[in-house]
């Protein structure tokens, strides 16, 4: 993304998979140029950390394995907010005084959820590329 908005927050930003099926004999060569006019001076030494070798699958299951005690946490908090959510219907159909509050904390409860789901480390909406 080179745009003068962005800068070079999002430079090594995103994650991409490349499936090189090779034997162990064989040389994989990188070329490295630098593209960004915008300047970021660590996108090679950002690129070298980042570079990994996983056989097959183990790829996407150990970046899964890293967000997944943020999402476990979020969907938890989200079951308790459709249940606080459930108890908020049924008081507010029974006419319960204060049931407004429940909606409240069930609704916020449910956002929260959802945020420390979308925030969690490698979590992607769109398909792997």
Known sequence: ?????????????????????????????????????????????????????????????QMIQQGAPQRTLGIVVMVVSFIMLSVALFSTILKVPHSGTIWLFGLMSLFAGAFFVLDSPNFCLSGMS
């Not at 090594?12 to 162990?24: A, Q, S, T, Y």
């Not at 994989?28 to 960004?36: A, K, M, T």
């Open 1 to 61: 993304m080179e745009n003068k908005l962005y800068g070079n927050s999002t430079c090594g930003e995103n994650l991409v998979v490349f499936e090189c099926p090779i034997d162990e004999t064989e040389t994989v060569e990188i070329v490295l140029s630098d593209p960004h006019k915008y300047g970021n001076g660590n996108a090679v030494e950002t690129f070298l950390d980042s570079l990994y070798t996983y056989p097959g699958t183990a790829f996407g299951r």
